[in-house]
């Protein structure tokens, strides 16, 4: 005996296969090709199948793991995730499932533990770096355990028995001396700068504090040179005003004199100088650090520095705190939802502050 089968479940099947059996991490944009192909050939076909249940394939043959993965990736848009987060935890999950080549629901605490240290020993990656996939699987199994399956309502089609990330740890990570900008160097590296736009990017860093990714997603319409201000849009969709330093208005009016003149551009404020598709396209933040090394290499004072745009974070934070702001007032400036971030990540206290403390309450 046969019955029709309903064209969507059919070529969610075929998909299904195509990915477990070719290439189950292809790129999406061919696959959604493939599945425009076969909707087009069969919108005018009925699909039998055989009633016959010894003919059907059982559940654990079928990896649907990237299936799995994607509704996983959906569920973090939904809660407001950056994309850069997405990325990096799609990208965690296909390293993973590469090198495991187990179906989802298969995956022991054994598994993980053999990646990680494959990770660790083998491909020589960093406590942190070990803590970010640990991060990514942990998340993933946790919605994995939490959602229900597809009898009861929910999406997957089968679970593992017990979460394999129960009793994985993180990494013990080293807690080393932080430094932080001098204001002899903040100095070198503003008088190193070789273009206009270059010394405006580093002074509305030092002014602000903003991160990397706000600075280089500023588009014009963002600056109120009046007002001197600017709105960012940081992370988890927050938007906070910016405030420039008078030294900081000077030189971006004077890149912004330049910026309003080109016209065949995107809207950002900081503009990459080489045309990408006939257009000056927005900076990148892989730009803002090879400016910054670039600085670093030219100038023989700063030998061994390593500069990097949250740096500059870093260097706002500690000098509002030396001249008196409070800790509330630097996490308002910074952003943070926490205030405990702003005091263990951004104040540093440098040993000549610490010896001024010293020899006042203990000399």
């Known amino acids: 005996m046969q019955t029709a089968i309903n064209t969507d479940n059919f070529v969610m099947t075929v998909m299904e296969t195509l990915m477990a059996s070719m290439d189950m991490w292809a790129e999406q944009e061919r696959l959604n090709q493939v ?82 240290s494959w990770r660790q020993i083998v491909k020589h990656n960093s406590d942190t770096t070990i803590n970010n996939k640990y991060h990514a699987l942990q998340s993933f199994y946790r919605w994995i355990m939490s959602e229900d399956l597809i009898e009861d309502g929910g999406s997957l089609m089968r679970k593992p028995k017990k979460n394999p990330m129960d009793k994985i740890n993180k990494v013990k990570t080293e807690k080393k001396l932080r430094t932080v900008l001098t204001d002899e160097q903040a100095e070198i590296i503003r008088c190193d700068c070789q273009t206009i736009r270059d010394r405006a990017v580093v002074e509305v860093l030092i002014a602000t504090g903003m991160r990397v990714s706000e600075l280089v997603g500023l588009d014009l319409n963002d600056i109120d040179i009046r007002a001197g201000k600017c709105i960012i849009y940081g992370k988890g969709r927050k938007e906070r005003p910016a405030f420039f330093t008078p030294r900081a208005l000077v030189h971006l009016e004077e890149y912004l004199a330049e910026r309003r003149q080109i016209t065949d551009c995107d809207p950002a404020l900081f503009l990459n100088f080489r045309r990408k598709g006939g257009i000056y396209t927005r900076l990148s933040d892989d730009s803002i650090r090879h400016m910054l090394n670039a600085i670093v290499e030219s100038d023989k004072r700063l030998i061994g520095l390593n500069l990097h745009p949250h740096m500059f974070r870093a260097y706002l934070a500690t000098y509002m705190s030396r001249h008196g702001a409070s800790i509330k007032d630097i996490q308002r400036i910074l952003g943070h939802s926490n205030i405990n971030t702003t005091s263990e990540c951004y104040i540093i206290d440098d040993d000549e502050s610490m010896k001024q403390v010293h020899e006042l309450f203990a000399a």
């Open 35 to 116: 599945k425009a192909a076969l909707y087009m050939n069969l919108m005018d076909k009925t699909i039998l199948a055989d009633d016959y249940a010894g003919r059907q394939l059982p559940t654990e043959y079928i990896d649907d793991t990237p299936r799995v993965v994607e509704m996983w990736l959906r569920c973090m848009q939904l809660e407001k995730r950056t994309a850069g987060t997405i990325e990096n935890y799609r990208g965690e999950l296909r390293n993973f499932f590469e090198w495991c080549r187990k179906h989802y629901a298969d995956i022991t605490t054994n598994d993980v533990r053999a990646y990680l």
